[in-house]
C-alpha cells in the first residue's frame, strides 16, 4: 500500500531522523491535500516522500517549514515540509501514478475490477488534469513519460525478458528523478538521480511481479518471471538494489534520513536476494541513538524479524508490525499511517 520503500526505523534511527522522515511523509500528505483534495491525501506513500526527501536534500537553499497537522485535523500541529516544489513535484507525480494504474487495471482487467477501474478513473480525471497541468508548467517532460507507459502493454504481449519487461517503468522513473535534479538547482546530480530512478523502477516492477505471480498464473496474464529463472530473478534485484543504494553517495542536508531509508529499505527486501548479498555495501556512520525513557513491557512486546522496522510489534487485538497502523500511539488514531504518528513499538 505504501510502496516499495521502506520508513526509518523508529526504534533503531535517531530520533530526529525519524522526525525528519515524518515531516515530509506528512508534508506530502499535505501537498496532495492542498493542490487537489482532502481525500487525494490518502495517496501518500514512501516512494513519493523519498523523492520529495531526496528532491529537497540536493537544494542548495532549506526547504520552508510550515506547522500544520497531517492526518488528524485536532493534533497538535508539527513542523512540515509541504510547501515548496519538493512536494507539489511528489505529489503531482503520486496523482499521475494513481491514473497510471487505473489505466492499466482497466486494460487488465475483466469484469467488477475492469468497471471499478474506469469509474475511479473518470473520477480522478480533475486530479489527473490539474496534476499534468503543473508539470507541464514546471517543464516535466510529461507527454514523454505518459509515451512510455503507454508503451507497457505492447511490450509484455512480445512475452519479454526481466529486463525488457521492466524497462518502461525503469525509464519513466528515470526521467521523474532526473527532473527532480533539476527542480533543486542541482543539474549536476541529474545523472546519478536518473540512474537510481531506473533502479528504482525496475525493483519496483520486479516486486510488483514477484508478488502477482500466482494470481497471475491463476488468470492467464503475463508475468516476466514465469519464464525467468530464479537465480537471474535474484540476480537482476540484488544488482538492481545494489546500485540504489549508491544515493548514499550524494551530498544533502538530509543524507542521515536518506541513508536511513535506504538501511530499512534493504532490510525490508533482503528475502528476495541471496544471503549475505549486501555485505559488500559500505554505510556512513550512523548518529547515535538518544535513548528513550524505558517502557514496562507487555507479552505483546516480544520481537521477532519485520519488513519495515528492526522490531515488530503484535498488537493484542490486530497482529501487524509497528510500521502498519495497528500500533499507533494514544492520541493517533485516524492516521494514515505510523510514519506520520507515535508508534507504540518500543
Known amino acids: 500500500m505504501f510502496g516499495f520503500l521502506a520508513s526509518p526505523c523508529r526504534t533503531c534511527a535517531p530520533d530526529d531522523t525519524h ?32 523523492l520529495s526527501l531526496l528532491t529537497a536534500s540536493i537544494n542548495p537553499a532549506a526547504p520552508s517549514v510550515s506547522n500544520r497537522t497531517c492526518c488528524n485535523p485536532i493534533s497538535i500541529p508539527r513542523p512540515l515540509f509541504s510547501n515548496d516544489l519538493h512536494a507539489r513535484f511528489a505529489a503531482a507525480v503520486t496523482v499521475c501514478g494513481l491514473s497510471a494504474k487505473l489505466d492499466d487495471d482497466r486494460s487488465d482487467e475483466t469484469g467488477l475490477r475492469k468497471n471499478t477501474a474506469r469509474l475511479l478513473g473518470r473520477a480522478v480525471r480533475p ?12 517543464r516535466f517532460p510529461t ?36 527532473h527532480a535534479a533539476l527542480l533543486a538547482d542541482a543539474p549536476d546530480q541529474k545523472n546519478k538521480l536518473q540512474s537510481l530512478g531506473q533502479n528504482l523502477g525496475r525493483l519496483i516492477y520486479w516486486q510488483d ?65 541471496p544471503a549475505g548479498a549486501f555485505s559488500q555495501l559500505e554505510n556512513p556512520p550512523a548518529k547515535k541513538p538518544r535513548k528513550r525513557k524505558k517502557r514496562k513491557d507487555q507479552w505483546w512486546h516480544n520481537c521477532c524479524n519485520c519488513s519495515d522496522c528492526c522490531l515488530p510489534c503484535p498488537s493484542p487485538k490486530k497482529g501487524g508490525c509497528c510500521d502498519s497502523a495497528f500500533d499507533c500511539g494514544p492520541g493517533d488514531t485516524g492516521c494514515i499511517d505510523c510514519d506520520c504518528c507515535s508508534c507504540s513499538c518500543t
Open 127 to 138: 486530479m489527473t488534469d490539474r496534476a499534468i497541468s503543473f508539470l507541464n508548467s514546471i
Open 19 to 50: 522526525s525528519t522522515y515524518r515531516s515530509f511523509f506528512c508534508g506530502l500528505s499535505g501537498a496532495l491535500r492542498d493542490d487537489y483534495t482532502p481525500a487525494a491525501r490518502f495517496l501518500v506513500n514512501r516512494d513519493s516522500t523519498f
Open 209 to 273: 511481479a514477484h508478488q502477482d505471480r500466482s494470481e497471475d498464473a491463476k488468470r492467464g496474464r503475463f508475468n516476466p518471471l514465469e519464464k525467468a529463472d530464479p537465480e537471474e530473478f535474484q540476480h537482476h534485484f540484488t544488482s538492481a538494489l545494489t546500485n540504489f543504494h549508491q544515493v548514499v553517495n550524494l551530498t544533502g542536508s538530509f543524507q542521515e534520513t536518506v541513508h536511513q531509508v535506504l538501511s530499512s529499505t534493504l532490510a525490508k527486501h533482503q528475502t528476495l536476494v
Open 143 to 178: 507527454a514523454e513519460v505518459i509515451e512510455m507507459m503507454d508503451e507497457q502493454s505492447a511490450i509484455e504481449d512480445a512475452q519479454p525478458d526481466l529486463l525488457s519487461a521492466a524497462s518502461p517503468t525503469s525509464q519513466a522513473y528515470g526521467t521523474i528523478f532526473g
